[in-house]
């Protein structure tokens, strides 16, 4: 007798989920979820959680967290990121100190999968909102992250 | 030529005075022609905005709302666009038959487009069997559909076309069986004696329960047999490449597109004809003006496109085993079963008249 039961069983969750999208189809005038986009350009809040591009963060010092760890360029899974250093003398404790000269991302190849982010052991790097990045040429989206003249800031590397 | 051709007396007794009858009778077919074509035309861009605009609303998005008022024009666009496109096909494909694959859709299509009564006059061919015609004639745009995977010369175009000609073939067998409990209470095949008999209450009033068990069987075979979601095994884009219209581009892939759209309008037509009395208006309210029949027929045709609009947009896509499953272990024995039901029912004079 479960062919039966099955029928009507099928039934009613059809209809129970007929019952769900009709409510959505009776109230989307109010609420609709997505946007009008270039309209709402000015008042537009993007999500913290969405993925734009990859960006170092520098407060006012011009100061940022990256020790050249070098964690998020093997983490790339397409190699994106690199970078370049080389051992400086630090001039507080006149001791060898590995230094990054330029943290290159190729945002041209990057995917947004965020392992980089993940990878970053001091949060140095983080994603950005933006997400108007169409350019013509594609040298364009090479970006230096850190800023000119920059330096780690102070405590970090303990 | 005793072609039943109703669609309107008074262009007929016009063109009969004006020139000699066989001349005026194939002037009378081509208009005909251009009439259904125009009407083809427009209600297949009517039913993908249509279509747009439900989706839409059901996944709370905004939907189309950029070409003309509202995103009126956006389809008319999308054909322009369509139009304009480059005609590709593969090196190795047998050029006739894929060629010929898409006519065989659509001309069925919109053959069946003209038994069907639209209103009072307003049916293009008044045939003796014309439940029976429409059931053959959608059983010929399996062949279409088969030689489009064939012609293809393509594995996975050839096994899109077996899956889509099965469940096809398979749900055809729950269409024309649906029909027939139908059938039963009409006693005739023909679709304006079918709308006579249902001056008395619609035959979903009429034959109640079995009806009613008809109807839903119709409505389930009849989205599966426009390929439509729950259904639509045969054009997942992404997930089963597409199946037999993989190869096609432009105008050519547009034709089966189109004509998808216009057997998810015969289905709602003949639902329509069989189940909710056509063009008569609910309670005869309408009775005095029957230049209204046009609008009740579509507004009913609407109602049941929007039902599997709703299908489309609620229910998860079955798989090939679970799309067999459900035809012939459970829609086909419950028809049958329905079939003897209304059989008694017809036969103790169970129906309700008005």
């Known amino acids: ?3 039966f039961s099955d029928i009507y069983n099928g039934v009613k969750t059809l209809l ?17 979820i997505t946007q009008q986009y270039p309209e709402n350009r000015d008042t537009l809040q993007m999500f913290e959680r969405f993925r734009g591009e990859v960006v170092m963060h520098h407060d006012e010092n011009n100061e940022h967290s990256c020790t050249g760890c070098q964690k998020c360029e093997l983490a790339c899974p397409n190699g994106s990121i690199e970078i370049i250093w080389d051992r400086g003398l630090d001039p507080e404790t006149g001791k060898k100190k590995k230094m990054i000269d330029k943290h290159i991302y190729h945002f041209g190849m990057c995917t947004q999968c965020g392992l980089c982010v993940n990878a970053c052991p001091s949060n140095a790097i983080e994603w950005a909102q933006n997400f108007e990045n169409s350019v013509y040429d594609r040298t364009q989206l090479t970006r230096v992250l850190n800023k000119p003249g920059s330096k780690v800031k102070a405590g970090i590397e303990e | 030529m005793n ?74 666009a999308d054909a322009l666009k369509l139009v304009s496109k480059e005609l ?9 038959l894929y060629n010929l694959a898409p006519y065989f859709v659509i001309i069925t299509a919109l053959m069946a487009l003209a038994v069907i009564p639209f209103a009072g006059y307003f049916q293009a061919f008044d045939i003796n069997i014309g439940v029976l015609f429409i059931i053959a004639l959608s059983s010929i745009g399996v062949i279409g559909i088969l030689l489009a995977g064939w012609g293809s010369n393509n594995k996975f175009a050839m096994i899109g076309a077996m899956r889509s000609g099965v469940q096809t073939i398979s749900y055809e067998l729950s269409v024309g069986l649906s029909l027939l409990t139908m059938i039963l209470i009409t006693g005739s095949l023909q679709f304006s004696e079918i709308v006579e008999v249902q001056r008395n209450g619609w035959l979903i009033v009429q034959g109640h329960i079995p009806a009613v068990l008809a109807f839903m069987i119709y409505m389930i075979a009849g989205t599966a047999e426009t390929n439509r979601a729950p259904f639509d095994l045969v054009e997942a884009e992404s997930e089963l490449g597409a199946g037999f219209h993989t190869e096609y581009s432009g105008m050519k892939f547009a034709y089966f597109f189109l004509a998808e759209f216009i057997n998810m309008f015969i289905i ?34 609407l109602v049941l496109l929007f039902l599997m609009m709703w299908f489309r947009w609620t ?19 419950l028809n049958l079963m329905n079939i003897v039901l209304m059989a008694v029912v017809v036969w103790l004079k169970l129906t309700i008249q008005f």
């Open chain 2, 88 to 96: 590709t096909g593969t090196v190795k494909a047998d050029k006739f």
């Open chain 2, 315 to 333: 229910f998860p896509r079955l798989r090939i085993d679970q799309l067999l499953t459900l035809e012939w272990k459970y829609l086909l024995p």
């Open chain 1, 16 to 32: 129970t989920g007929m019952g769900v999208t009709g409510k959505y189809f009776l109230n989307s005038g109010k609420g609709a």
């Open chain 2, 268 to 301: 709602a037509s003949i639902a329509v004809t069989v189940f909710f009395g056509a063009y008569l208006s609910p309670f005869g309210i309408t009775e005095s003006l029957p230049w209204l029949g046009l609008f009740w027929f579509l507004a009913k045709a």
């Open chain 2, 3 to 76: 072609i039943s051709l109703t669609l309107s007396e008074k262009t007929h007794e016009l063109l009969s005075a004006i020139m000699p009858p066989s001349v005026a009778s194939i002037v009378e077919m081509i208009l005909i022609a251009v009439v259904y074509l125009t009407f083809f035309a427009i209600a297949g861009l009517f039913l993908v905005l249509l279509e747009r605009k439900v989706a839409a609303r059901f996944q709370l998005r905004l939907g189309p709302n950029r070409v003309g008022f509202q995103g009126w024009f956006q389809t008319v």
């Open chain 1, 1 to 3: 007798m479960s062919y």
